[in-house]
């Protein structure tokens, strides 16, 4: 996708969460692993729920921030993730799905730190802290629950 503003963004953003938890759901019912499934069925509910957080962020946020032009940024450094969703997350076990959702959450924070760094105008900038303070806590959040799975 070529992101242009911060709208288009935070939409895209919004989808990469969103085909997350359909692929971890998809994924929840072919895993033999028992713990496994519990996880990608938590994971799924969750990525669901930051869909519906970002969504609100653009549901809400200043129309000129919104409009605020993106630094080139997406096409150096594009966000890994498995967007076919041709079950990788069936064959992997508790500790394989953790690494690789952990992972697609570190390079979210990442980019909306760069972004952060480079913004010029103030209602961009705080958008941008905004969505990074989001991701920053549900990733701590996650780490807490998923912690929590792994002591049982």
């Given at each position: 996708?070529?992101?242009?503003?911060?709208r288009e963004l935070i939409g895209w953003t919004r989808d990469l969460h969103a085909h997350l938890a359909r692929?971890?759901?998809?994924?929840?019912?072919?895993?033999?692993?028992?713990?496994?499934?519990?996880?990608?069925?938590?994971?799924?509910?969750?990525?669901?729920?930051?869909?519906?957080?970002?969504?609100?962020?653009?549901?809400?946020?200043?129309?000129?921030?919104?409009?605020?032009?993106?630094?080139?940024?997406?096409?150096?450094?594009?966000?890994?993730?498995?967007?076919?969703?041709?079950?990788?997350?069936?064959?992997?076990?508790?500790?394989g799905i953790c690494r690789e959702v952990f992972d697609f959450h570190d390079q979210?924070?990442?980019?909306?730190?760069?972004?952060?760094?480079?913004?010029?105008?103030?209602?961009?900038?705080?958008?941008?802290?905004?969505?990074?303070?989001?991701?920053?806590?549900?990733?701590?959040?996650?780490?807490?629950?998923?912690?929590?799975?792994?002591?049982?």
């Open positions: 996708m070529d992101i242009k503003t911060f692929c971890l759901s998809h994924c929840s019912t072919r895993n033999e692993e028992e713990r496994a499934r519990a996880l990608l069925d938590y994971l799924a509910t969750h990525e669901s729920e930051i869909e519906r957080i970002v969504n609100e962020f653009e549901r809400q946020a200043d129309t000129n921030a919104l409009e605020t032009r993106v630094y080139d940024y997406l096409s150096h450094h594009p966000i890994k993730t498995h967007r076919t969703c041709d079950e990788p997350y069936a064959k992997l076990d508790f500790n979210i924070i990442d980019l909306y730190q760069t972004l952060v760094e480079k913004a010029e105008i103030p209602e961009a900038k705080e958008l941008l802290e905004s969505l990074l303070t989001m991701e920053l806590n549900e990733s701590k959040r996650l780490a807490r629950q998923v912690g929590r799975m792994d002591d049982l």
